[in-house]
């Protein structure tokens, strides 16, 4: 193998291990940045129901996207933080966030909150996962109605397997069968 070729495959694979760490990286910080959302989000709704202040809570919500704004900037404004707190509020569960969070970005849990549904809230965040979609994918996905044609489906094959079952007791195919 001439020198040049080594040197090229050599420097090729530094590139390659450069690559994986960004990537690795990334991931990492996305899935710490969804976590630090979570909990946030669940910290507030902690507050605010447990101390009854629930008539109070928008103007406590406001006062602290303000304060929190001017230390760690827009991230922390007041939309953002009403999603950190349906964020806590629709995803209880911090086992099941903090899987999700290392394989779905704080984009994705966006689009998973516009559903009401929480059955499909559920398909689509598996589905991202398992499927390993973009932000895009699972938005397309979502509005093409994917998980309320995979439970007409789940209906149908369930209706044909009754049928089926009913139409193996009608007395003339038993005697056929016979």
């Given amino acids: 193998m001439k020198e040049v070729d080594k040197y090229k495959n ?8 450069i690559e994986q760490g960004k990537k690795q990286i990334a991931k990492n910080i996305n899935s710490t940045l969804t976590l630090t959302y979570w909990q946030i989000g669940k910290t507030i ?5 447990q101390n009854k202040r629930a008539v109070y809570g928008k103007q406590i919500v406001k006062s602290i996207s303000d304060e929190l704004m001017l230390l760690y900037g827009n991230s922390f404004e007041l939309r953002n933080l ?13 086992q099941i966030v903090s899987q999700l969070a290392t ?11 516009l559903l009401k549904d929480s059955n499909a809230r559920f398909y689509y965040a598996q589905n991202a996962v398992e499927n390993k979609w973009s932000k895009l994918a699972l938005r397309k996905q979502i509005e093409r109605k994917s998980y309320e044609r995979s439970e007409i489906a789940d209906i149908k094959n369930e209706l044909s397997e009754n049928e089926l079952h009913h139409s193996l007791k009608h007395k003339y195919l038993l005697d056929f069968l016979v």
């Fill in 10 to 17: 050599l420097f090729d694979s530094i590139c390659s291990i």
């Fill in 45 to 49: 709704n902690d507050e605010i129901l």
């Fill in 82 to 94: 009403r999603r950190m707190m349906q964020f806590a509020e629709l995803f209880q569960d911090f």
């Fill in 103 to 113: 394989q779905l970005t704080w984009s994705h849990f966006i689009e998973l909150l």
